[in-house]
Nanobody, 124 residues
Framework: VQLQASGGGLVQAGGFLSLTCVAS????????MGWFRQAPGKEREFVAA???????FYADSVKGRFTISRDNAKKNVYLQMNSLIPEDTGVYYC???????????????????WGQGTQVTVSS
């Protein structure tokens, strides 16, 4: 599975951006797709994920501001980011995994497939 993330950019605090991840093939019915981000000098961290059954998961830092969704063909996943703050700055990566158990859904090691990342910069 190849993943292509897009939609990043430069935005002022309080603004919004929409990220898109296009998958080369449909993720299986046991799959999960997620977004992670990495700020300079920091480890890659979980942002949001959506399971094959539509259940969504969010990091506490983005809950209520970000929304993850997918298309019905289960090939693409989207991240709507509202009320952006400077702390949201980083490279955002799309990821996909199969057979990911709930306790591991926020763990980067649970995802076998990764996109190339798209830069999001939020200015104050």
């Amino acid at each position: 599975v190849q993943l292509q993330a897009s939609g990043g950019g430069l935005v002022q605090a309080g603004g919004f951006l929409s990220l898109t991840c296009v998958a080369s093939e449909r993720i299986s019915n046991s799959g999960v797709m997620g977004w992670f981000r990495q700020a300079p000098g920091k480890e890659r961290e979980f942002v949001a994920a959506i399971r094959w059954n539509g259940y969504t998961f969010y990091a506490d830092s983005v809950k209520g501001r970000f929304t993850i969704s997918r298309d019905n063909a289960k090939k693409n996943v989207y991240l709507q980011m509202n009320s952006l703050i400077p702390e949201d700055t980083g490279v955002y990566y799309c990821a996909a995994g199969v057979g990911v158990i709930l306790s591991e859904i926020r763990n980067t090691r649970a995802y076998a497939y990764w996109g190339q990342g798209t830069q999001v910069t939020v200015s104050s």
